[in-house]
Protein backbone atom coordinates (compact mmCIF):
# COMPACT_ATOMS: atom_id res chain seq x y z
CA UNK A 1 0.00 0.00 0.00
CA UNK A 2 1.08 3.74 -1.05
CA UNK A 3 1.84 5.42 2.21
CA UNK A 4 2.03 9.51 2.90
CA UNK A 5 2.30 9.90 6.51
CA UNK A 6 2.25 13.35 8.56
CA UNK A 7 3.87 13.53 12.12
CA UNK A 8 1.19 15.56 13.68
CA UNK A 9 -2.55 15.27 12.97
CA UNK A 10 -3.35 17.94 15.44
CA UNK A 11 -0.94 20.82 16.54
CA UNK A 12 -1.91 23.87 18.68
CA UNK A 13 0.74 26.88 18.69
CA UNK A 14 1.03 30.48 19.90
CA UNK A 15 1.65 33.35 17.61
CA UNK A 16 5.21 33.53 16.85
CA UNK A 17 6.85 30.34 17.47
CA UNK A 18 8.37 28.27 14.67
CA UNK A 19 6.56 25.05 13.99
CA UNK A 20 7.58 22.53 11.35
CA UNK A 21 5.57 20.00 9.45
CA UNK A 22 6.99 16.95 8.81
CA UNK A 23 6.33 14.55 5.80
CA UNK A 24 7.16 10.91 4.75
CA UNK A 25 6.16 9.09 1.42
CA UNK A 26 7.60 5.43 1.02
CA UNK A 27 6.80 5.28 -2.74
CA UNK A 28 10.40 6.47 -3.92
CA UNK A 29 8.08 9.38 -6.34
CA UNK A 30 10.14 12.67 -7.10
CA UNK A 31 7.25 14.86 -6.70
CA UNK A 32 6.21 16.39 -3.31
CA UNK A 33 3.79 19.46 -2.35
CA UNK A 34 2.35 20.80 0.55
CA UNK A 35 -1.47 22.40 0.18
CA UNK A 36 -3.89 24.19 3.10
CA UNK A 37 -6.96 23.61 2.97
CA UNK A 38 -9.65 26.45 4.13
CA UNK A 39 -13.68 26.78 4.01
CA UNK A 40 -14.24 27.94 0.79
CA UNK A 41 -11.32 28.28 -0.85
CA UNK A 42 -10.59 24.72 -1.34
CA UNK A 43 -7.04 23.29 -1.47
CA UNK A 44 -4.10 25.78 -2.20
CA UNK A 45 -0.14 25.10 -3.04
CA UNK A 46 2.19 26.33 -1.02
CA UNK A 47 5.42 24.84 -2.04
CA UNK A 48 6.36 21.65 -3.86
CA UNK A 49 9.27 19.80 -4.75
CA UNK A 50 10.60 18.08 -7.86
CA UNK A 51 13.72 16.86 -6.68
CA UNK A 52 16.21 16.66 -3.08
CA UNK A 53 16.91 19.99 -2.61
CA UNK A 54 14.79 21.39 -5.17
CA UNK A 55 11.66 23.83 -4.19
CA UNK A 56 9.64 25.73 -5.89
CA UNK A 57 6.79 28.19 -4.76
CA UNK A 58 3.48 27.57 -5.47
CA UNK A 59 0.24 29.91 -4.89
CA UNK A 60 0.26 31.05 -1.37
CA UNK A 61 4.14 30.64 0.06
CA UNK A 62 4.29 34.09 1.74
CA UNK A 63 4.89 32.59 5.92
CA UNK A 64 6.30 29.20 4.77
CA UNK A 65 9.28 27.75 3.74
CA UNK A 66 10.19 24.11 2.85
CA UNK A 67 13.09 21.70 3.08
CA UNK A 68 13.82 18.66 1.05
CA UNK A 69 16.75 17.04 2.17
CA UNK A 70 15.73 13.39 1.59
CA UNK A 71 13.86 12.40 -1.21
CA UNK A 72 11.00 10.53 0.63
CA UNK A 73 10.65 13.85 3.13
CA UNK A 74 9.11 17.03 2.51
CA UNK A 75 9.32 19.60 5.26
CA UNK A 76 7.23 22.72 5.70
CA UNK A 77 7.97 25.10 8.03
CA UNK A 78 6.17 28.14 9.71
CA UNK A 79 8.92 30.45 10.91
CA UNK A 80 6.75 32.24 12.99
CA UNK A 81 3.04 31.32 13.55
CA UNK A 82 0.01 33.59 12.79
CA UNK A 83 -3.14 33.19 13.60
CA UNK A 84 -4.15 33.41 9.46
CA UNK A 85 -2.35 29.93 9.33
CA UNK A 86 -4.21 28.27 11.23
CA UNK A 87 -5.70 25.98 8.71
CA UNK A 88 -5.45 22.02 7.74
CA UNK A 89 -2.41 21.33 5.81
CA UNK A 90 -2.23 18.17 3.89
CA UNK A 91 0.75 16.76 2.16
CA UNK A 92 0.90 15.19 -1.21
CA UNK A 93 3.09 13.18 -3.34
CA UNK A 94 2.96 12.00 -6.93
CA UNK A 95 4.34 9.86 -9.61
CA UNK A 96 5.07 10.40 -13.41
CA UNK A 97 1.45 10.03 -14.09
CA UNK A 98 0.61 13.08 -12.00
CA UNK A 99 -2.06 10.88 -9.74
CA UNK A 100 -1.46 12.57 -6.01
CA UNK A 101 -1.22 10.11 -2.55
CA UNK A 102 -2.26 12.51 0.45
CA UNK A 103 -1.56 12.25 3.81
CA UNK A 104 -3.71 12.59 6.44
CA UNK A 105 -3.33 16.33 7.37
CA UNK A 106 -2.27 18.15 10.00
CA UNK A 107 -4.77 20.45 11.69
CA UNK A 108 -3.24 23.82 13.00
CA UNK A 109 -4.45 26.10 15.25
CA UNK A 110 -2.32 28.94 16.02
CA UNK A 111 -4.04 30.81 18.97
CA UNK B 1 -5.05 31.69 -16.10
CA UNK B 2 -6.03 28.34 -15.36
CA UNK B 3 -8.75 27.99 -13.71
CA UNK B 4 -11.57 25.16 -12.76
CA UNK B 5 -15.04 25.79 -11.31
CA UNK B 6 -17.42 22.72 -9.36
CA UNK B 7 -20.92 23.23 -9.50
CA UNK B 8 -23.14 22.91 -7.23
CA UNK B 9 -20.80 24.14 -4.63
CA UNK B 10 -23.07 22.23 -2.02
CA UNK B 11 -25.69 19.56 -2.76
CA UNK B 12 -28.64 18.08 -0.26
CA UNK B 13 -30.28 14.62 -1.27
CA UNK B 14 -32.41 11.84 0.45
CA UNK B 15 -30.94 8.35 -0.01
CA UNK B 16 -31.31 6.54 -3.04
CA UNK B 17 -31.33 9.78 -5.14
CA UNK B 18 -29.16 10.31 -8.01
CA UNK B 19 -26.58 13.33 -8.14
CA UNK B 20 -24.80 14.51 -11.15
CA UNK B 21 -21.50 16.58 -10.05
CA UNK B 22 -20.17 19.43 -12.54
CA UNK B 23 -16.37 20.47 -13.11
CA UNK B 24 -15.75 22.95 -15.65
CA UNK B 25 -12.15 23.92 -16.91
CA UNK B 26 -9.69 26.00 -18.58
CA UNK B 27 -6.69 24.84 -18.50
CA UNK B 28 -3.15 25.40 -20.58
CA UNK B 29 -1.25 21.61 -21.35
CA UNK B 30 -4.25 19.41 -20.33
CA UNK B 31 -3.68 15.95 -20.20
CA UNK B 32 -5.83 14.38 -17.93
CA UNK B 33 -8.79 15.63 -15.06
CA UNK B 34 -8.67 13.53 -11.67
CA UNK B 35 -12.04 13.03 -9.09
CA UNK B 36 -11.15 13.02 -5.62
CA UNK B 37 -13.68 12.17 -2.53
CA UNK B 38 -12.87 13.99 0.71
CA UNK B 39 -15.10 13.10 3.92
CA UNK B 40 -13.08 14.10 6.82
CA UNK B 41 -9.63 13.27 6.15
CA UNK B 42 -7.23 13.69 3.06
CA UNK B 43 -8.64 13.16 -0.69
CA UNK B 44 -8.82 9.60 -1.73
CA UNK B 45 -8.66 9.15 -5.78
CA UNK B 46 -11.43 8.11 -7.48
CA UNK B 47 -10.92 8.63 -11.24
CA UNK B 48 -8.34 9.64 -13.63
CA UNK B 49 -9.79 10.49 -16.89
CA UNK B 50 -7.69 11.46 -20.21
CA UNK B 51 -9.86 10.82 -23.31
CA UNK B 52 -13.62 12.22 -23.92
CA UNK B 53 -16.70 10.12 -23.77
CA UNK B 54 -15.05 7.13 -22.34
CA UNK B 55 -17.15 6.41 -19.49
CA UNK B 56 -15.64 4.98 -16.11
CA UNK B 57 -17.70 3.51 -13.30
CA UNK B 58 -16.92 2.23 -10.13
CA UNK B 59 -19.73 0.99 -8.45
CA UNK B 60 -22.59 3.24 -7.93
CA UNK B 61 -19.86 6.13 -9.37
CA UNK B 62 -19.28 7.13 -12.74
CA UNK B 63 -17.61 9.70 -14.17
CA UNK B 64 -16.99 11.17 -17.94
CA UNK B 65 -15.04 14.04 -19.65
CA UNK B 66 -15.67 16.14 -22.75
CA UNK B 67 -12.67 17.85 -23.93
CA UNK B 68 -14.10 20.04 -26.35
CA UNK B 69 -16.53 21.35 -24.35
CA UNK B 70 -14.28 21.50 -21.45
CA UNK B 71 -16.08 19.50 -18.67
CA UNK B 72 -16.40 16.57 -16.77
CA UNK B 73 -19.49 14.81 -14.46
CA UNK B 74 -19.42 12.53 -11.90
CA UNK B 75 -22.52 10.57 -11.54
CA UNK B 76 -23.66 9.06 -8.24
CA UNK B 77 -27.09 6.76 -8.09
CA UNK B 78 -28.70 5.15 -5.27
CA UNK B 79 -26.66 7.88 -2.87
CA UNK B 80 -25.76 6.15 0.87
CA UNK B 81 -25.05 8.14 3.47
CA UNK B 82 -21.34 7.33 3.26
CA UNK B 83 -21.47 8.77 -0.20
CA UNK B 84 -21.78 12.43 2.26
CA UNK B 85 -18.34 14.29 1.48
CA UNK B 86 -16.81 17.02 -0.46
CA UNK B 87 -15.86 15.77 -4.25
CA UNK B 88 -12.78 17.30 -5.90
CA UNK B 89 -12.16 17.90 -9.76
CA UNK B 90 -8.75 18.38 -10.05
CA UNK B 91 -7.27 19.05 -14.09
CA UNK B 92 -3.51 17.74 -14.71
CA UNK B 93 -1.55 19.30 -16.92
CA UNK B 94 1.19 18.11 -19.14
CA UNK B 95 4.20 19.74 -18.49
CA UNK B 96 6.08 20.74 -14.95
CA UNK B 97 5.77 19.24 -11.68
CA UNK B 98 3.25 21.83 -10.06
CA UNK B 99 0.61 20.15 -12.82
CA UNK B 100 -2.34 19.32 -10.54
CA UNK B 101 -4.51 21.75 -8.53
CA UNK B 102 -7.82 21.92 -7.04
CA UNK B 103 -11.72 23.33 -7.46
CA UNK B 104 -12.83 24.40 -4.61
CA UNK B 105 -14.98 21.31 -4.49
CA UNK B 106 -18.86 20.08 -4.12
CA UNK B 107 -19.93 19.57 -0.76
CA UNK B 108 -22.78 16.63 -1.23
CA UNK B 109 -24.81 15.42 2.28
CA UNK B 110 -27.08 12.47 2.07
CA UNK B 111 -29.80 12.42 4.36
CA UNK B 112 -31.29 9.22 5.46
Known amino acids: DVKVTQSSRYLVKRTGEKVFLECVQD?????MFWYRQDPGLGLRLIYF???????EKGDIPEGYSVSREKKERFSLILESASTNQTSMYLC??????????FGEGSRLTVL | EDKVVQSPLSLVVHEGDTVTLNCSYE??????LLWYKQEKKAPTFLFML????IEKKSGRLSSILDKKELFSILNITATQTGDSAVYLC????????????FGTGTRLTVIP
Open chain 2, 27 to 32: VTNFRS
Open chain 1, 49 to 55: SYDVKMK
Open chain 1, 27 to 31: MDHEN
Open chain 1, 92 to 101: ASSSDTGELF
Open chain 2, 50 to 53: TSSG
Open chain 2, 90 to 101: APLKATGANNLF
